[in-house]
């Protein structure tokens, strides 16, 4: 839609801004972003395009945001495994340096005692105080069951690219989707089908999600 190289390289630009937070690399990103069909979906980046928004630049320069997902994906995968779990449980984890980073909010997380449920999507609610009690790193060579987890991880992400088209050869993607239930994968895939997606989210509490952890688990040493 948004014209395949030049939304490629306002990514870049975009990844670029972010990490530099200069204003060289911001004009660079709202040229880059006029480059692209950002008339064909105005609501998105056209504030960026026609107006280089204030707004938009200012968040991108501010100290500590960054482009890291892993506490999204952290969050999604405690979601999921919440509504699996009948009881208490514990994670163990191969030893990373995201989940370094994010141990103080993850332990947060497990020690607010606060009773809210928050709405994200039709089939997905976050809800605190959490069932998941430990977070705690091992090194995998003293763990069978996550090098266990490493291989079918691994495994995924092969099917992942070879369903996409990155890998031509590997794993048949249907033989191993069938080794899975459906709430077992967490999973990020474009769709256009807007009508449908709006639905999926319709009553949801995205903001009031961000608020809430805006206002219970932020500080001065951590990003938004």
Known sequence: MLGAEPFEAMLAAFQRAMKEKTPESLSALVASTR???WQ?????????AR???PDCLSAIVTPGVSTDLAMVVLIALISRMEVMADGPYRVEHDESKNLTTYHDMLQALINHTDQVELRQTAITNFKLP?????????NSKNSPAIQLADVMIG???EAGNIMTGHRAEGLDPDDLLALFRD????HMLPDLDFGAQKEFRRGTQASEIIDYFAANFA???RGA
């Open 35 to 37: 480059r692209t069909n």
């Open 40 to 48: 064909t979906l105005p609501e998105a980046i056209g504030p960026l």
């Open 51 to 53: 107006d280089a928004c």
């Open 130 to 138: 959490l069932k998941l009690t430990e977070v705690i790193q091992v």
């Open 155 to 157: 495994a995924a992400l």
């Open 183 to 186: 709430d077992q994968l967490i």
């Open 219 to 221: 500080s001065e040493d």
